[in-house]
Structure formats: C-alpha cells, structure tokens
Nanobody
Framework: QVQVVESGGGLVQSGGSLRLSCAASGNVFGFYIMGWFRQAPQKERALVATITSGGVTVMADSFKGRFTISKDNAKNTMYLQMNNLRPEDTAVYYC??????????WGQGTQVTVSS
C-alpha cells in the first residue's frame, strides 16, 4: 500500500511564496509519476506539474516561470515551489502518485489561500 501526504499550505499575501511538500511511503518501485493538481471552489481539478521516477518534469503552461516541481529521493518527498502567488492561485492542492500499470494514490489536499 502506498500513501501520500501533502503539507505546506497556508495563507499568503499576493506576491508571496509557498513551498508545498508531498511525502510518499509504502512499496513504491519501478516507473512512477508524481504530480501536483489543484482545485478551486466550483472548478474542476487541474494538473499543475508532474515529475517521473527518473526526474523528468512537466509544468503546465500557465505556471511556467512561477512554479517549480522537484523531489528529494532520500526523503521520498516531492515539492512544489510557488512564487509570485496571485489570488487566483487560491485552491486546494493535491498530490498524486501514479504507479504502473494502473494504480493512483491521492493525498487529502492542502489549502492555499492568497490574499490581496
């Protein structure tokens, strides 16, 4: 069984920064993809970024230049560095781990609120 847990959300002023963490535990092996998603009230869950077991990253176009995805293999932790935050970034941010061939594991989310 695999478990992922997000942390690092909170209240930040417009223009500020936050770093989200996603700690993975359990029997993770072989090829996998971890990713960050976010969901604002009354909106669908949207992909932010992904990182593979080999360290290849993909960032959604709307976040390029402000957000950075990374991981620390020694800590089994993935990060999302968010800079120049805007009120429209307010959402619940979720961690996902996809493990071949067809397993997905979701965290419970961490709230990010950006004030004006």
């Amino acid at each position: 069984q695999v478990q992922v847990v997000e942390s690092g959300g909170g209240l930040v002023q417009s223009g500020g920064s936050l770093r989200l963490s996603c700690a993975a535990s359990g029997n993770v092996f072989g090829f996998y993809i971890m990713g960050w998603f976010r969901q604002a009230p009354q909106k669908e869950r949207a992909l932010v970024a992904t990182i593979t077991s080999g360290g290849v990253t993909v960032m959604a176009d709307s976040f390029k230049g402000r957000f950075t995805i990374s991981k620390d293999n020694a800590k089994n932790t993935m990060y999302l560095q968010m800079n120049n935050l805007r009120p429209e970034d307010t959402a619940v941010y979720y961690c996902n781990l996809h493990q071949n061939p067809n397993a997905d594991y979701w965290g419970q989310g961490t709230q990010v609120t950006v004030s004006s």
